[in-house]
């Protein structure tokens, strides 16, 4: 079994990002900036914003996080994208989910400028990305296809199964294992909640990707002997031995999973540190595509 370590090749990619800010420099061209939106006070996605502006710092370029109280309106928070897409100071951006229940997120990804819409949740990138053209990816599928890659997992012809269909995370990695690429190349199955026989589902993949969100959902049993199991769940489960309160819990039962794999993410430090350096390699591809 080989661990897919997300941390250790994540710094080795903030590494290439960094000299690629030196090259930048020397040659007097823009340094990347990074925006992030934040709403309201959630103590996770405060966490996530602040994991990425950190992560902006350590490879040299700008970031700056603007927060919003949970009382702001639609309409406000719609004047504020508004803003950013006219920043001549701002490459890319991203807006914090979830948000509010009174904004409604669509509203707010719609307004996004796609050509800084470094999350690729505007539908423009979406259906550019479904159609296998030039897209920014969103962070997390890219981060799990560039460690599929640099961890040279052969997709070709794999059966990937997917749990999971949300707009972050599922829908886009299915889309994304199915292209005509490499990785890629899968015959996928997207699961969900009302899938019937997803036990059976599962132990059928070659390649499993989990992201239901519930803590030990995968089970020794759901997973195929020497298949690649992709761990996406971060859910904060009460644990009173930490400092914090909590532990991170992933979708898959490590311990009891891991035994059979040939390739599996550790959760925390797989697929997260991936999400964050993916965002920033958005970022750098959004100054040299604008040509700032
Ligand atoms: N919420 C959970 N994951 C993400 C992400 O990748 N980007 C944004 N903007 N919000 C998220």
Redo the contacts with the bound molecule.
Sequence with gaps: MTLLDGISLSQAIRGELASEVDQRTAAGLRIPHLAAVLVGEDGA?LT?VSAKVKACEQVGFRSTLLQFPESISEMELLLEVQRLNEDPEVDGY?????LPEHIRDEMILLAIDPAKDV?G?HPENVGRMALGLDAFL???PMGILTMLSRYKVETQGKHAVVVGRSS?VGLPMAILLQRNADPGNCTVTITHSRTRNLAELCRNADILIAAAGKPGFITADMVKEGAVVVDVGITRVPDVTRKTGFRIAGDVDFDEVSPKCSFITPVPGGVGPM?IVSLLSNTLLAVRRSGR
């Design positions: 996605s996530y991203i807006v914090q989910l979830p999350d949740f969103p962070a997390t972050i999400t």
